[in-house]
């Protein structure tokens, strides 16, 4: 809407400079002029009622009515016929005054004609005014006001702004309470870093050689296993090769595992580091293609999480050195292959360990554990009735046997010669005893034989338990068990690597350039809000409030900073979004801070607090705010019960109430759209301003008003 001030220099140079077709001109228009020059700005008018974009003008002539030889008359221009109306105020303050035939009363004027230019310049009051007043004779009334306000002191405002500026800007310990560490960042990050493949493709070489090396070591298992039983025991060094030959099998299955997984690795770091060697060789190794990127859902993930962080009360430079820190550990080039190498770094050592292993010993222990039973079996033996010395010859010989069978697998030495040395001195030591000693038992031959057959068997089983010993000895001595237990750990530091790395790695990349964009627009945006409290600061800002208001108030303000940071960081995620490279450039995020916090500035000093400023799109704190202030308004209801029988402020002197007709007068209620309307007769209109109010249009007497014509001028449409 305009307003053209015809009273001052600058309004009727404004009013000089239309032009036929005005672009951007308002369909309605609020002309403000006195009385004494309604004549001489006739000119003015005709420009106004030839432009075919005004559809309504609002004339309020401000001052007293002139006197002619009949009595007063108020002389509106002619040219507004059809395309204006005229609201009269007189001079002075104006008269408390019930609207009826009561004279007006005393005291002091409640409102004034900025509160009703205030009024009009809201467009659905202008518009029921322009359509009650025209229909009044001859389209002039007088109006009368009564109005009240929902503000804010302009000092708490103030205070209040630069407290929720240091609050968003704090640092240390003032923001010890607010900046704990940020869940939903970190969300964003795990999000982002879980891979969608975590195993290695099919008939790949590095697939191949995890699944060789597994099977191998598998099989060498197995094979030390069956070299424990009877037939181990009894397949002398035909089985002990077959082990040897599974056991290098494994190793050297497990020696390339190692190599694959290891160039793998270091190929992953490589090219995450330095973009060599390229994702395709490493697709051919046997990696899966990284996870592809969902940049609009990463940047909306962002926001998001930015947003609410904000909106709870984090503050910026807790919110940037958290994204800058994220940001530089997703970023960062040492790779968790390398960290976690040394995990296999007794890999190959095992390996070798199966190649080469130790040679099977069984001297000291375990034939020692043999010792006693040899000597027992050979001492029963001889010491049984009936057979003499014969059971010698079978006992000296079954335990030579199965020395040998226990000893084949281990090497000739001297610990070998201990072995069978050892065995000859026990059994004959025993068997002499036996000799000497024979039991005293009347046994027959059948039993005696029946009890040598037992010795036999015991002795037998005494040496396979004791070869199982052996085999579970020398199995301890190679590294099987711990070459198993690296292979695993290769295997899973391989996935792990895929997983946490390799398959997240574009959307990593993607999110640590994002975050690092994100912390330079919030630096820049604290290094903007930190020169505003270095230039606004002043005593205001050492005042305390309290009460709901300050509480509302102070809602509305750090809602309205964040979405000026939000919307700086617009673009940023808008380029997050994108597929476009980001770049840490933060100057572009440091102009637009400056220039929406001038805007703001402006907006509150013209608009107000409770007019929703552009980049604001939740008007919540702003309804919890309104609702506060008009419950603290006790008058703010009143006023919408008022009638045209009401008591209000009506802008003329008292002497000029007689020249109203009081009958014929309208009201007109309007009060902010963020009001919570009490019940009331007839239609209110909502607003966007911060007003109650209940505006009477009393029409003047016919006989006090007359159009004022001029003749055309000769040279046409002035211009």
């Given at each position: 809407?305009?307003?053209?001030?015809?009273?001052?220099?600058?309004?009727?140079?404004?009013?000089?400079?239309?032009?036929?077709?005005?672009?951007?001109?308002?369909?309605?228009?609020?002309?403000?002029?006195?009385?004494?020059?309604?004549?001489?700005?006739?000119?003015?008018?005709?420009?106004?009622?030839?432009?075919?974009?005004?559809?309504?003008?609002?004339?309020?002539a401000v001052g007293g009515i002139s006197v002619n030889g009949a009595g007063p008359t108020l002389r509106t221009p002619s040219a507004l016929a059809g395309v204006g109306v005229t609201l009269w105020v007189g001079e002075g303050p104006g008269v408390p005054w019930e609207g009826g035939s009561q004279r007006p009363g005393a005291g002091q004027a409640e409102s004034t004609v900025d509160d009703l230019l205030a009024a009009l310049r809201l467009p659905k009051v202008f518009d029921r005014v322009f359509a009650d007043v025209g229909?009044?004779?001859?389209?002039?009334?007088?109006?009368?006001?009564?109005?009240?306000?929902?503000?804010?002191?302009?000092?708490?405002?103030?205070?209040?702004?630069?407290?929720?500026?240091?609050?968003?800007?704090?640092?240390?310990?003032?923001?010890?309470?607010?900046?704990?560490?940020?869940?939903?960042?970190?969300?964003?990050?795990?999000?982002?870093?879980?891979?969608?493949?975590t195993s290695v493709r099919q008939g790949s070489p590095l697939y191949e050689a995890m699944a060789t090396a597994q099977r191998e070591l598998q099989a060498a298992s197995r094979a030390v296993d069956r070299w424990r039983t009877w037939r181990g025991m009894l397949g002398l060094t035909k089985a002990h090769q077959v082990v040897l030959g599974r056991l290098a099998v494994a190793g050297e299955a497990l020696l390339r595992h190692h190599r694959v997984a290891r160039r793998a690795l270091e190929d992953v770091d490589s090219s995450?580091?330095?973009?060599?060697?390229?994702?395709?060789?490493?697709?051919?190794?046997?990696?899966?293609?990284?996870?592809?990127?969902?940049?609009?859902?990463?940047?909306?993930?962002?926001?998001?999480?930015?947003?609410?962080?904000?909106?709870?009360?984090?503050?910026?430079?807790?919110?940037?050195?958290?994204?800058?820190?994220?940001?530089?550990?997703?970023?960062?080039?040492?790779?968790?292959?390398?960290?976690?190498?040394?995990?296999?770094?007794?890999?190959?050592?095992?390996?070798?360990?199966?190649?080469?292993?130790?040679?099977?010993?069984?001297?000291?222990?375990?034939?020692?554990?043999?010792?006693?039973?040899?000597?027992?079996?050979?001492?029963?033996?001889?010491?049984?009735?009936?057979?003499?010395?014969?059971?010698?010859?079978?006992?000296?010989?079954?335990?030579?046997?199965?020395?040998?069978?226990?000893?084949?697998?281990?090497?000739?030495?001297?610990?070998?010669?201990?072995?069978?040395?050892?065995?000859?001195?026990?059994?004959?030591?025993?068997?002499?005893?036996?000799?000497?000693?024979?039991?005293?038992?009347?046994?027959?031959?059948?039993?005696?034989?029946?009890?040598?057959?037992?010795?036999?068997?015991?002795?037998?089983?005494?040496?396979?338990?004791?070869?199982?010993?052996?085999?579970?000895?020398?199995?301890?001595?190679?590294?099987?068990?711990?070459?198993?237990?690296?292979?695993?750990?290769?295997?899973?530091?391989?996935?792990?690597?895929?997983?946490?790395?390799?398959?997240?790695?574009?959307?990593?990349?993607?999110?640590?350039?994002?975050?690092?964009?994100?912390?330079?627009?919030?630096?820049?945006?604290?290094?903007?809000?930190?020169?505003?409290?270095?230039?606004?600061?002043?005593?205001?800002?050492?005042?305390?409030?309290?009460?709901?208001?300050?509480?509302?108030?102070?809602?509305?303000?750090?809602?309205?900073?964040?979405?000026?940071?939000?919307?700086?960081?617009?673009?940023?995620?808008?380029?997050?979004?994108?597929?476009?490279?980001?770049?840490?450039?933060?100057?572009?995020?440091?102009?637009?801070?400056?220039?929406?916090?001038?805007?703001?500035?402006?907006?509150?000093?013209?608009?107000?607090?409770?007019?929703?400023?552009?980049?604001?799109?939740?008007?919540?704190?702003?309804?919890?705010?309104?609702?506060?202030?008009?419950?603290?308004?006790?008058?703010?209801?009143?006023?919408?019960?008022?009638?045209?029988?009401?008591?209000?402020?009506?802008?003329?002197?008292?002497?000029?109430?007689?020249?109203?007709?009081?009958?014929?007068?309208?009201?007109?209620?309007?009060?902010?759209?963020?009001?919570?309307?009490?019940?009331?007769?007839?239609?209110?209109?909502?607003?966007?301003?911060?007003?109650?109010?209940?505006?009477?249009?009393?029409?003047?007497?016919?006989?006090?008003?007359?159009?004022?014509?001029?003749?055309?001028?000769?040279?046409?449409?002035?211009?």
């Open positions: 809407m305009m307003t053209l001030d015809l009273r001052t220099a600058e309004g009727r140079a404004q009013a000089q400079s239309l032009h036929r077709r005005e672009p951007g001109l308002s369909s309605r228009v609020l002309v403000v002029d006195t009385t004494e020059a309604l004549s001489e700005h006739h000119e003015y008018f005709e420009r106004l009622a030839r432009l075919p974009q005004v559809t309504g003008v609002v004339l309020v229909v009044m004779p001859h389209q002039a009334a007088s109006p009368g006001l009564a109005v009240d306000y929902a503000t804010v002191e302009p000092a708490m405002m103030r205070a209040l702004k630069l407290r929720a500026l240091r609050q968003l800007v704090a640092t240390g310990v003032a923001a010890r309470l607010h900046d704990r560490e940020s869940t939903e960042l970190t969300s964003v990050v795990r999000s982002a870093t879980e891979g969608d493949a995450l580091a330095e973009g060599y060697p390229p994702p395709s060789e490493l697709v051919e190794q046997g990696l899966l293609s990284p996870a592809p990127v969902n940049s609009e859902e990463m940047a909306e993930a962002v926001r998001k999480a930015v947003t609410t962080e904000l909106i709870g009360g984090r503050t910026l430079p807790g919110i940037a050195e958290q994204a800058r820190r994220l940001g530089n550990q997703l970023g960062a080039a040492r790779s968790l292959a390398i960290t976690e190498q040394d995990s296999a770094a007794d890999l190959e050592t095992w390996a070798r360990g199966l190649i080469s292993p130790p040679p099977v010993k069984v001297w000291p222990a375990p034939v020692t554990y043999l010792l006693p039973v040899m000597f027992l079996t050979c001492l029963l033996a001889t010491a049984l009735p009936g057979l003499g010395a014969w059971p010698l010859l079978l006992m000296l010989p079954l335990w030579t046997g199965l020395i040998a069978l226990l000893s084949a697998n281990s090497p000739v030495d001297v610990d070998l010669g201990l072995v069978f040395g050892t065995m000859a001195f026990s059994s004959v030591v025993g068997a002499a005893i036996g000799l000497r000693y024979p039991a005293g038992l009347g046994l027959g031959a059948p039993i005696s034989l029946g009890v040598l057959a037992l010795l036999v068997i015991v002795s037998a089983l005494a040496a396979y338990l004791v070869w199982r010993n052996v085999v579970d000895r020398w199995r301890h001595t190679i590294p099987l068990r711990k070459a198993v237990s690296a292979n695993k750990r290769l295997s899973d530091q391989v996935s792990r690597t895929i997983e946490h790395r390799w398959s997240p790695a574009d959307r990593s990349r993607r999110l640590a350039d994002a975050l690092l964009v994100v912390a330079g627009g919030a630096d820049a945006v604290v290094e903007v809000f930190t020169d505003v409290i270095e230039q606004v600061k002043d005593a205001d800002s050492e005042h305390t409030f309290g009460g709901d208001r300050s509480i509302g108030l102070a809602d509305v303000l750090h809602h309205d900073l964040v979405a000026i940071t939000l919307e700086v960081l617009r673009p940023s995620f808008d380029a997050i979004a994108s597929r476009l490279p980001l770049s840490g450039d933060s100057h572009r995020s440091l102009v637009r801070a400056k220039e929406l916090v001038a805007d703001y500035h402006d907006h509150l000093e013209h608009a107000g607090l409770r007019e929703l400023p552009a980049f604001v799109t939740d008007d919540g704190p702003r309804r919890r705010l309104a609702a506060t202030l008009w419950q603290s308004s006790a008058s703010s209801r009143r006023i919408l019960q008022l009638t045209e029988r009401s008591r209000l402020t009506q802008l003329c002197a008292a002497e000029d109430v007689r020249l109203l007709q009081a009958d014929g007068a309208r009201v007109v209620h309007f009060a902010s759209a963020d009001m919570d309307l009490p019940p009331v007769d007839g239609e209110v209109i909502r607003t966007k301003g911060d007003a109650v109010g209940a505006l009477r249009l009393t029409p003047i007497l016919a006989r006090y008003v007359e159009r004022e014509v001029h003749a055309q001028n000769a040279e046409g449409d002035p211009r």
